[in-house]
């Protein structure tokens, strides 16, 4: 199942962004979504994740400005990115496991942050 994001681009620092991500045939309540990004020469890293019960986590520098959730109606998992900075510039990545060994991953989605 190849997952599908949307809703990168280019944009100015401070301004927001809402990545989507879909995949065909799967229902988002029945995995555990997570988001990642990888910048030029760096490692994947975590951006936000949300488990099978509602939880979510963020590492430090997503707290406060960026938002997982699942869109239940679209049957979407969608980032809600705001105040972007130039070092949040990135290609971003959806990701959804489920208990039984599942791992699906989408191609990625660039976000690039001018100053």
């Known amino acids: 199942v190849q997952l599908v994001e949307s809703g990168g681009g280019l944009v100015q620092a401070g301004a927001s962004l809402r990545l989507s991500c879909a995949g065909a045939g799967l229902s988002v309540v029945d995995f555990g979504w997570n988001w990642y990004r990888q910048a030029p020469g760096k490692e994947r890293e975590l951006v936000a994740a949300?488990?099978?019960?509602?939880?979510?986590y963020y590492p430090e520098f997503a707290k406060v400005r960026f938002t997982i959730a699942r869109d239940y109606e679209k049957n979407e998992v969608f980032l809600q990115m705001n105040s972007l900075k130039p070092e949040d510039t990135a290609v971003y990545y959806c990701n959804a496991r489920n208990l039984w060994g599942a791992d699906y991953w989408g191609q990625g989605t660039q976000v690039t942050v001018s100053s």
């Open positions: 949300v488990g099978d019960n509602g939880g979510s």
